[in-house]
């Protein structure tokens, strides 16, 4: 807490109610409330600059992610960074939205490291996620490998794209990354900060077919994964993998080819009254990584550890297409919120969500036939998947929490037993405060 902080507190401790001149208070309880509610405001900025772990975020160190503090992309981009316990709320950089564009891996444009990458997101349409990297562009693609550490552990890549979409359709021509078991490729995406996901996964035991699978807000439920049907060598070959977003569904196909088709209708909790649906505004990577080293249920999952005799290991894009749901760039894009046409239920109320469940229970049954046949198929194929729910807890989950507004106004009644209850524990704190600074 700073000195100017402290002195603010003690002149409020003792000015009369009536104000700075003594004068009889003129507007009773409120006043009482309105230096109780400000002396909590106080205490809260100066607690908050403590919040970064056991550090506070200093001006040209500004950005936090998971108790540290710096100043490059790696903290500041907006996938990462937490506002809430940075330097100030407007320390993390800006969240650059969906621009439809292709990505052709062989242009200056489509990839930097992220210890090179400024937040423009028109210098770089898809930055590295560590240092080292292990990504580059060699041949007119971004090649991602995964190299052997002292440990005897893999080290991979993450390369994430610098805008982020909420619904659309997500094509990558790509070859995943290796035939050994253990060796991990996938094309997602994501929102790391929520856990809501959409994925393409390929383990290296097995290269003729790919994983797709989705969660909310982490729900790790790996038995909902399903396989493509088979495939050319997916480590030798290019494939064209589509990821098609909207509201209402999400659409799965490799090569053109439809296989998995997930229904918003089909994900309704009647427990917690929601639809447990992917629609929060994500971003879209590619990445390689050692699964075989992993818990127990992930390293089944991946074929057990790494052969690191058939190395290297190295997965690879040729280029992405982009086509954003809500059209619009930089100066023009409308948040989903305040669209006429709002397809997002984030915010929607029990009524709404009740009467769009009704409403998603009448969509035609046929659209469904082929999916419940490819679930059905995939639960022979899944015999080790559902082991990898034992790995829940490792994950990282920071879950959005929405903040209550003040919904009082100056004309509103007043119910000063709360505030006589603030000032009163507040009480401590100014008692040690007007013993540091002399009347």
């Not at 349409?125 to 440990?151: C, H, T, W, Y």
């Not at 396989?227 to 977003?245: F, G, R």
């Not at 879209?284 to 790494?306: K, L, M, P």
Request: proline content about 4%.
């Amino acid at each position: 807490m700073s000195i100017c902080q402290e002195l603010l507190i003690v002149v409020w401790a003792r000015t009369p109610i009536g104000g700075l001149d003594g004068a009889p208070a003129p507007c009773g309880q409120n006043c009482i409330t309105f230096s109780a509610i400000a002396a909590v405001a106080l205490l809260q900025t100066a607690a908050a600059a403590d919040k970064c772990g056991d550090q506070s975020c200093r001006k040209d160190t500004p950005c936090c992610v998971k108790g540290y503090c710096n100043a490059n992309a790696m903290y500041c981009m907006p996938m990462n960074c937490e506002p809430e316990n940075s330097y100030s709320s407007d320390s993390c950089w800006d969240t650059p939205h969906c621009v439809s564009s292709k990505v052709d891996f062989g242009s200056d444009d489509a990839f930097a490291h992220i210890s090179d990458y400024n937040g423009d997101p028109s210098t770089a349409a898809f930055v590295s996620q560590f240092e080292p990297s292990n990504a580059k562009i060699s041949g007119g693609r971004l090649q991602m490998e995964l190299v052997k550490q002292s440990d005897g552990k893999g080290f991979g890549s993450t390369v994430t794209n610098t805008r982020a979409i909420q619904y659309g359709t997500v094509s990558a021509v790509m070859r995943s990354g290796g035939s050994s078991g253990g060796v991990v490729s996938s094309f997602i995406i994501r929102n790391d900060k929520l856990g809501d996901e959409i994925d393409f996964e390929f383990v290296g035991h097995d290269t003729s077919t790919v994983q797709t699978n989705y969660y909310w807000h982490d729900n790790l439920d790996y038995t909902k994964m399903i396989k493509s049907p088979a495939l050319s060598d997916t480590t030798q070959n290019d494939h064209t993998y589509q990821i098609q977003w909207t509201p209402d569904q999400i659409v799965w196909s490799v090569d053109g080819n439809a296989f998995r088709t997930l229904k918003r209708s089909e994900t309704w909790d009647s427990a917690d009254n929601t639809f447990k649906y992917p629609e929060s505004e994500a971003y879209i990577s590619f990445s390689i990584w050692d699964g075989g080293s992993g818990a127990q249920g992930t390293s089944e999952w991946a074929g057990g550890a790494i052969q690191w005799g058939q190395a290297p290991f190295i997965a690879n894009v040729k280029s992405v297409d982009i086509d954003c749901f809500y059209k619009g760039n930089e100066t023009t894009y409308t948040p989903p919120g305040d669209s006429d046409d709002d397809h997002s239920s984030n915010n929607d109320d029990d009524d709404d969500s009740l009467s769009e469940k009704d409403k998603s229970d009448d969509d035609d049954d046929d659209e469904n036939s082929s999916d419940d046949d490819d679930k059905n198929s995939a639960d022979d194929d899944n015999d080790g998947d559902s082991s990898r729910a034992s790995d829940a807890d490792s994950v990282d989950e920071n879950s959005g929490k929405d903040v209550p507004s003040d919904g009082n106004t100056e004309d509103s009644d007043v119910d000063t037993s709360g505030a006589i209850s603030i000032s009163a524990s507040l009480g401590t704190v100014i008692a040690a405060l007007l013993m540091t600074h002399a009347f």
